[in-house]
């Protein structure tokens, strides 16, 4: 699996089950689209998260591009989660 540098998260929350993640977008993302967390060795964990919103400046979009900050609705609790945490996705 290949994976890029996704989502640098700043802060996050948990309500009901669901992750909701801030911080800046490193590669376009879109609903739907799922993302990783890596551990110490360096390989991928099995488990994607999947984005169910995205909201930016108010407003709720499909996708986002490079560069722009918003706020990612994670499906499941994203663990081990710390300011500075890089989320990753595929190619």
């Given at each position: 699996?290949?994976?890029?540098?996704a989502f640098?998260?700043?802060?996050?929350?948990?309500?009901?089950?669901?992750?909701?993640?801030?911080?800046?977008?490193?590669?376009?993302?879109?609903?739907?689209?799922?993302?990783?967390?890596?551990?110490?060795?360096?390989?991928?964990?099995?488990?994607?998260?999947?984005?169910?919103?995205?909201?930016?400046?108010?407003h709720k979009?499909?996708?986002?591009?490079?560069?722009?900050?918003?706020?990612?609705?994670?499906?499941?609790?994203?663990?081990?989660?710390k300011e500075?945490?890089?989320?990753?996705?595929?190619?």
């Amino acid at each position: 699996m290949d994976l890029k540098k996704a989502f640098l998260m700043s802060d996050h929350t948990i309500c009901e089950g669901r992750s909701r993640l801030q911080g800046r977008v490193l590669k376009d993302l879109r609903v739907g689209d799922a993302l990783f967390l890596f551990d110490h060795a360096n390989a991928a964990k099995d488990q994607g998260f999947i984005i169910e919103k995205i909201s930016a400046y108010r407003h709720k979009l499909d996708e986002i591009s490079e560069g722009m900050t918003c706020e990612l609705m994670i499906l499941g609790e994203v663990p081990g989660l710390k300011e500075d945490h890089i989320l990753y996705a595929e190619g």
